[in-house]
């Protein structure tokens, strides 16, 4: 059984970074099946897919338009997890942010989601 | 704005039937798979329709999904109180290289 952990930080002051860390048990980050994906929720923009990781001989990413530029999300082999990084951080970024498992074409493993607030 | 279109809720009476629609495009729904997740309040999204029409081991199978050209369905039959919660369309998005996700459901049992 697959098992996501989330941990982070539920504050993060405007124009800082935001940095939250997915631990994986029950599977490898480096898996040639799976991608490890985050994914955000708030009430104004939704379900909103932010970028993942994949391992396929070597290492990809893949970012959504609205945060490239921002986003960074790396692997951590030695700890078997996957972190993100939001840099400049706005208001608008303050959500439910969710880590995830992508294997087969969905996404059938979650973390338990972080509220992180973006305020002074 | 979500690029895949949901009616923002639905509703039924115990034992009936409820439609959901997600409408895409040519570049996701046209040209991959979807899926169908339910999120119960203060929970994260779970797994409950892949590949456009199959249940994962656990799910009932009062819900089943379908889909035609640029549209997809989720149908819960059977209705139950248990069965009120938000539900959401995805799928890839080849021209945005990403995930797109619906704007949501939310079903509520009168």
């Known amino acids: 059984q697959v098992q996501l952990q989330q941990s982070g930080p539920g504050l993060v002051k405007p124009s800082q970074t935001l940095s939250l860390t997915c631990a994986i048990s029950?599977?490898?980050?480096?898996?040639?099946?799976?991608?490890w994906d985050w994914i955000r929720q708030s009430p104004s923009r939704g379900l909103e897919w932010l970028g993942r990781?994949?391992?396929?001989?070597?290492?990809?990413?893949d970012y959504a338009v609205s945060v490239k530029g921002r986003i960074t999300i790396n692997p951590d082999t030695s700890k078997n997890q996957f972190s993100l990084q939001l840099t400049s951080v706005t208001p608008e970024d303050t959500a439910i942010y969710f880590c995830?498992?992508?294997?087969?074409?969905?996404?059938?493993?979650w973390g338990q989601g972080t509220l992180v607030t973006v305020s002074s | 704005q979500s690029v895949l279109t949901q009616p923002p809720s639905a509703s039924g009476a115990p034992g009936q039937r409820v439609t959901i629609s997600c409408s895409g495009s040519s570049s996701n729904i046209g040209s991959d798979t979807v899926n169908w997740y339910q999120q119960l309040p203060g929970t994260a999204p779970k797994l409950l329709i892949y590949?456009?029409?199959q249940r994962p081991s656990g799910v009932p199978d009062r819900f089943s999904g379908s889909k035609s050209g640029t549209s997809a369905s989720l149908a819960i039959s059977g209705l139950q109180s248990e069965d009120e919660a938000d539900y959401y369309c995805a799928s890839w998005d080849g021209a945005l290289n990403g995930w797109l996700f619906g704007g949501g459901t939310k079903v509520t049992v009168l």
């Open positions: 590949t456009n029409d």
């Open positions: 029950g599977d490898s980050v480096s898996s040639n099946s799976a991608t």
């Open positions: 995830a498992r992508t294997w087969g074409g969905f996404m059938n493993y």
């Open positions: 990781t994949y391992f396929r001989s070597k290492w990809y990413n």
